[in-house]
Structure formats: structure tokens, C-alpha cells
């Protein structure tokens, strides 16, 4: 059964650093998403994608933090400056429509900031 | 704003019924899903209501009164591996989905 996936499972970096976290949807999915959850919390919006532009963006997805999908396959979120707020997990998805259709979640990539 | 308000935690016992509700306030509301967390895992998609009334899949049941404002989770049949963390979420018309606070539901034997 096809899956997202997502690298790395886990990235420890020091605040103030860039980092870039990778996904690869599935393969004839055209949507995808960004969420986050801290530890013990919801899980929360950041971006949707369709068509190489963002369709939406939440709150939380301010200057510092970037989308892009480089090439046929990947799906990449970048946060330019780390802070220690931005420690969580998170989850890429896809789905093969927009509003309404089923999102299949990734594994999560567990950042942690020092 | 946006608030979705579902009961932090349930316990039943297994083979048991159980309601999980939601209510929201939100604008722009297109439909509300329900998604299944286990402890370390990715959200599975469970269920999508964009229309008044019950849909059914298998033991899970959804059903949403957009009068109200109102949703709920119904799970028949309970399994202990039914145990995790339950999220209801509203879409909205820009395909943002924004997440409950989630129920824990604990099946004991």
C-alpha cells in the first residue's frame, strides 16, 4: 500500500539553525500539508500545497518557516531560524483532492531544538 | 477564531459503545473529519462528514448537525486496540484542517 514517508525521523539542531525537513506524498497525490504537535498536544496546521503554491497557511507559518516541492517527488518544510519553541513533531500529508478528501499522515520527523 | 471543544479523556470497557462528541465555532466551515492517534503515531483518517447525518464505516460511526455546530464519534464494539487518542477537525474552504484537543478513550478488558 503506498505511504508517505518522511526523513529525517528525528533532527536535533541548535537554535538559530536552519533545518529541512523532507517528504515524499504519495506518488499521484496533488495536495499536501504541514502539521505540528508538541509533545502531550493537538495536532496543529501550518501550510497546504497544491499546484506549487500555498493554498493555505495557519498562524504559526510565519516568515521563518518556507515550503517547496524541488522536484517531481519531495516535499520539503524549511524553518530558517530554529527557536526552542519549535521542538515538536511533524507530520507531512497527502491527499489525492482538495477539501474534503482523505489525508494520509507521514511517520513525523521529531525535532528537537537545543 | 477557531475552537473545537471534545471531552479530554473516556474509559469503556471492551464490547461497549461509546460517544465521542465535538462541538466548534468557526467560519468558513466546509466539513469535519475524525482521525484515530495511537501513542507515537501518525493521525489515520477515520471519517468525514460534509453534509447533516450519520456515516457509517463499519464499527465507526460520525455524524454532524451543521445547525449545531455538533458532531460525534460513535465506536461499537469496542477493542482494547481501539485505545488511543481521538481528533475531531473542521475543514475550512482554504483545505485547512484545524484539530480538536483529542480524546484519549482507554478500553479496559
Known amino acids: 500500500e503506498p505511504e508517505v514517508t518522511q526523513t529525517p525521523s528525528h533532527q536535533v539542531t541548535q537554535m538559530g539553525q536552519e533545518v529541512i525537513l523532507r517528504c515524499v506524498p504519495i506518488?499521484?497525490?496533488?495536495?499536501f500539508y504541514w502539521y505540528r504537535q508538541i509533545l502531550g498536544q493537538k495536532v496543529e496546521f501550518l501550510v497546504s500545497?497544491?499546484?506549487?503554491?500555498?493554498?493555505?497557511k495557519s498562524e504559526i507559518f510565519d516568515d521563518q518557516f518556507s515550503v517547496e516541492r524541488p522536484d517531481g517527488s519531495n516535499f520539503t518544510l524549511k524553518i530558517r531560524s530554529t527557536k526552542l519553541e519549535d521542538s515538536a513533531m511533524y507530520f507531512c500529508?497527502?491527499?489525492?483532492?482538495?477539501?474534503?478528501?482523505?489525508?494520509?499522515f507521514g511517520p513525523g520527523t521529531r525535532l528537537t531544538v537545543t | 477564531g477557531q475552537s473545537l471543544e471534545q471531552p479530554s479523556e473516556v474509559t469503556a470497557v471492551e464490547g461497549a459503545i461509546v460517544q465521542i462528541n465535538c462541538t466548534y465555532q468557526?467560519?468558513?466551515?466546509?466539513?469535519l473529519s475524525w482521525y484515530q492517534q495511537h501513542d507515537g503515531g501518525a493521525p489515520t483518517f477515520l471519517s468525514y462528514?460534509?453534509?447533516?447525518g450519520l456515516e457509517e464505516t463499519g464499527r465507526f460511526s460520525s455524524f454532524l448537525s451543521r445547525s449545531d455546530s455538533y458532531g460525534y464519534l460513535l465506536l461499537q464494539e469496542l477493542q482494547m486496540k481501539d485505545s488511543a487518542s481521538y481528533f475531531c477537525?473542521?475543514?475550512?474552504?482554504?483545505?485547512?484542517?484545524?484539530f480538536g484537543a483529542g480524546t484519549r478513550l482507554t478500553v479496559k478488558p
Open positions: 477537525a473542521v475543514i475550512g474552504e482554504g483545505n485547512d484542517m484545524r
Open positions: 468557526t467560519s468558513g466551515f466546509y466539513g
Open positions: 462528514n460534509a453534509l447533516d
Open positions: 500545497f497544491y499546484n506549487n503554491e500555498i493554498s493555505e
Open positions: 500529508a497527502s491527499s489525492e483532492g482538495g477539501v474534503g478528501y482523505e489525508q494520509y
Open positions: 506518488s499521484n497525490h496533488l495536495y
